[in-house]
């Protein structure tokens, strides 16, 4: 199984918890399409890894996934810089603000 019943990919989660080596086992034990999963929410692995401000993790995401990965709009519209800037107070998530927006 892919997703849990929130619709959490296997990324998804090992994103959140900044676990890069796990992420780029699983991506290439798979392939890069499981990036582009997201969740109930329509959260992809590199939203997850930047409101919690795993700058590492994020530029990984954006290298293997491109800049496709970031245009991956919630719900409610909002997209994965946005959500990282709304956390900005914390010095990795400025950091992950960066690299997102070198990115676009």
């Known amino acids: 199984m892919l997703k849990d019943n929130l619709g959490c990919s296997c990324v998804c989660c090992e994103a959140l918890s ?5 992420v ?5 034990l798979r392939d890069s399409d499981l990036l582009m999963l997201i969740d109930n929410e329509a959260r992809s692995c590199v939203c997850f890894a930047a409101v919690s401000g795993h700058i590492e993790v994020v530029k990984m995401l954006v290298d293997i996934g491109g800049r496709e990965l970031l245009m991956v709009l ?8 946005s959500l990282a800037a709304e956390m900005a107070d914390c010095e990795d998530n400025k950091g992950v603000v960066k690299v997102i927006e070198e990115a676009y």
């Open 18 to 22: 900044g676990h890069v080596e796990i």
């Open 74 to 81: 919630l719900k409610d519209g909002s997209s994965c810089l």
């Open 24 to 28: 780029k086992l699983l991506v290439a």
